[in-house]
């Protein structure tokens, strides 16, 4: 009954390579794992009420449409903001540079916190870019 | 947006980030992982990584994330409709000890047995408020911005008290940490802890323990508040999942019951924390603290000054370490908070504002320290690395509660932050 992801991305229709990787084994190991109390005879069976809260409806977003190619456009190279992802970003500009020249990076901060919107630089990607590369993590 | 984006993932976040992608609408979102961690990595390592392989998927790394804003879309990445996502059956039914199992094996405890929820316990919770079952108390996330929030109802608030062991008087004060929507279990690599501080008259007529050992697993309301809030943080928001809505690295061991904290009220020398909050003596509050977890404590030996020992000097180096994003959350035993007022703080804003002025620290030790930002704005600009500045630029950084049995001129700091004061008493 819990809200693991292999129900969730089942639900939306993904694929299930996905759902390859140590949590979702984890998860499986979980169920499978002895150490059930032995069936006591008799034992009587009794009513539990599922302490789960209320998810709100997923809505589904379609993907934006991809480039034909890179070749001739700018790319944004977007920090979240979290060490480290400044400098990977840099090393991603270099690699743009030896390996595919004609494409022009642009590197920017995202204002406030790794989860906030920046609708400014938002509105300054639309006008002036054609792809973002986003770098999230540590 | 309308603009192809290629997320790049280090590893470590990838169950996060996929399960996250999914609850936001785009289960098939085109990402692309690095080993972990970029941090601290040289120019040559990170170029390793972007000529090096996927660790996920196999494949030349950079080639993908091109092929991720380039490769033409599937049917399945331009789906749209709406999902809901299951949250299971509204009742279970087997034996006693089948359902402590099933609990366990689905992530809706602790780890550790609980009172199973029947019917009957979760009505007795329920003559505890005059809220209607109902009634939708809040909304909660295991992290702001990072996870669409959940709602929930006064009858799973109470389905969640009676697993905790909670008794229906204790059910009020419950509510009221619900209604916050602040999760115990806040999803950070950082593995932060909360504390909750009750203060009014509902500490003694819940028989609180703000005494001897009141920090410790010696009173039930004290500990069954503070669990109940853990086991609220897993089930009405979907948290507590170690990986995808649970980052903490280390975790953190007061994430069990939390830091319960009823103010001794009556030995200290000021009016009740709550009173500070704007809120009346004789009102039921309990006001909520967020932030690393208690780093160190200072007991008698060691003070040694008389007649009366320093203890705002103490407080002060003690504090000093502290990383600044969050605030100092002073735990004091009574006799510390009486020595306190006989040194002369006669209110807590007068110990905090030399607490303030006199906790310092130089610009380059806080150019060393992660999450110790600089000041910010025109006046920063200035500043050289031997110029010394506040440890925190405001007063109310500094926060004191009174709690603990005086066999001990005691206190304690967290490194945490002041969040919110909410009333109990709106929901009995």
């Not at chain 2, 809505?245 to 953190?252: A, E, L």
Request: charged share 15%.
């Amino acid at each position: 009954m819990s809200i693991n992801r292999r129900s969730l991305l089942s639900l939306l229709g993904a694929s299930p390579a996905l759902l390859a990787g140590a949590a979702a084994a984890a998860q499986s190991k979980a169920k499978e794992k002895p150490g059930k109390a032995p069936p006591i005879a008799g034992a009587p069976k009794i009513v539990a009420l599922n302490p789960r809260g209320i998810p709100p409806p997923i809505t589904l977003v379609p993907m934006a449409k991809r480039l034909d190619t890179l070749d001739g456009k700018t790319v944004y190279l977007v920090s979240d903001g979290f060490p480290g992802a400044d400098h990977f970003l840099a090393q991603v500009g270099i690699w743009f540079q030896k390996n595919m020249p004609s494409v022009t990076t642009v590197y920017r901060l995202k204002a406030g916190g790794f989860a906030d919107d920046d609708p400014k630089l938002n509105a300054e990607i639309k006008e002036k870019g054609q792809a973002v590369i986003m770098a999230i993590g540590h | 947006m309308g603009i192809p984006a290629a997320p790049i993932v280090t590893i470590a976040f990838k169950d996060l980030a996929q399960s996250n992608c999914a609850k936001r609408g785009m289960p098939l979102q085109r990402i692309s992982y690095t080993p972990h961690p970029v941090w601290g990595k040289t120019d040559e390592q990170m170029m390793a990584y972007l000529e090096g392989n996927d660790p996920v998927s196999g494949k030349p790394f950079m080639p993908e994330v091109v092929g991720a804003l380039t490769r033409p879309l599937t049917a399945d990445e331009s789906k749209t409709g709406t999902v809901t996502p299951p949250t299971g059956a509204p009742t279970f039914t087997d034996t006693s000890d089948n359902l402590q199992q099933y609990f366990l094996d689905n992530g809706l405890t602790d780890t550790m047995p609980i009172i199973i929820p029947t019917q009957e316990r979760v009505d007795a919770m329920l003559k505890a408020t005059s809220h209607k079952p109902d009634e939708v108390v809040g909304h909660m996330t295991p992290a702001q911005g990072a996870f669409p929030a959940w709602s929930y109802t006064v009858q799973q608030v109470a389905v969640n008290a009676v697993m905790a062991g909670a008794t229906p008087d204790y059910f009020p004060t419950i509510l009221a940490i619900a209604s916050t929507g602040i999760s115990a279990l806040f999803s950070s690599t950082n593995s932060l802890v909360s504390a909750a501080v009750i203060n009014g008259p509902i500490r003694d007529k819940l028989q609180m323990n703000y005494g001897i050992g009141a920090m410790g697993p010696f009173n039930q309301a004290n500990a069954t508040i503070g669990r109940a809030w853990t086991i609220m943080s897993r089930n009405l928001d979907g948290g507590g999942i170690c990986g995808e809505t649970y980052m903490g690295s280390q975790g953190n061991v007061i994430n069990y019951s939390n830091l319960i904290i009823p103010e001794n009220e009556k030995d200290s020398p000021w009016p009740a924390f709550h009173t500070t909050k704007g809120f009346k003596p004789e009102e039921n509050v309990i006001s909520f603290f967020f932030g690393f977890l208690i780093t160190q404590g200072q007991g008698g030996r060691g003070l040694g000054v008389k007649p009366v020992p320093l203890y705002n000097v103490a407080m002060s180096a003690n504090v000093a370490p502290f990383a600044s994003l969050f605030g100092a959350l002073f735990l004091l035993d009574p006799l510390v908070a009486n020595g306190l007022g006989d040194l002369g703080f006669k209110t807590r804003d007068s110990l905090a504002d030399w607490l303030q002025k006199n906790t310092t620290v130089t610009v380059k030790d806080v150019k060393s320290m992660l999450f110790s930002g600089l000041p910010r704005g025109p006046e920063a600009a200035t500043l050289k690395d031997d110029d010394v500045i506040p440890k925190w630029p405001k007063a109310d950084a500094y926060q004191f509660v009174v709690i603990g049995g005086q066999t001990n001129p005691y206190h304690q700091l967290a490194n945490m932050s002041y969040r919110v004061s909410v009333s109990i008493d709106k929901w009995t």
